[in-house]
């Protein structure tokens, strides 16, 4: 039972990467933590890892079909990257504690995101990926990349939200439209979530090999297959399945933490 929870994880993981640029671990870490009794500091780790490969290869189709913002994100990416290695360092030293607070907070803005997207579409939204050179074009930018540095903290230390919070930057802060947003999105969260595998590792997380592969070749197969879907998907009706997909996820994940 436990590796048909590790291929339902890893899936379910790969799918949201790849259609809405979310954290593989908003997924797979309380899976197998409420399935499969994993530590939480190792059920992380496996969730960055996954999260690398997914991201990359996610990020790689959305770039393909030109949904993707390079110049802003590598800015963001590096403000990011930071916070990962902040974030994993404090959350090695409250390993033992349950960051229940910033769960919740997680799972709520997903909850709120998700119906967001099915009222509210982002049907609109920015087309142009960062050219502008007005002033209020550079604030944007460096109020991003401010929050990089504040989502890449959250991801090391939870290993999660980080997807999600990069999604809420790029669609209401910088007024992107949904594809360049998840397209943006994931290739932030390749580069946080190396990060972050790299930190925990370094500190003492503990690896099973066989495990993390099972986990790692699935999110990748979702993540293949969701993001070619999105790419094609007409932007309204991909609203609409984000929505859904967050609505769910959210709900499932505030479940598995409650029981």
Known sequence: ??????????????????????????????????????ESYNAVTVALAADVLASLLSAYTYYKNKNIDIRRGLLVMLTAFAGTVIGSYVGYLFSQAQPDGLGYISMLTTIFLGIKFILKPVAGGNDDVGSSKSIKDKF????????????????????????????????????????IAVGTSTLIMSAVALTGTISHISMGAEIFALPMLIVVAACLLGAIVSSKFANKCEIKKLNRVVGVVLLILGVFTILIKLL
Do not use: D
């Open 1 to 38: 039972m436990e590796y048909i929870v590790y291929i339902l994880a890893g899936l379910g993981a790969g799918t949201v990467t790849g259609l809405a640029g979310l954290s593989a671990a908003v997924v797979i870490t309380p899976m197998l933590v409420s399935l499969c009794g994993w």
């Open 140 to 179: 944007k930018t460096v109020l991003a990349m401010f929050l990089g540095l504040f989502i890449g903290f959250v991801c090391g230390f939870t290993g999660s939200g980080g997807g999600i919070l990069m999604l809420t930057v790029f669609t209401l802060v910088l007024g992107y439209n949904l594809k």
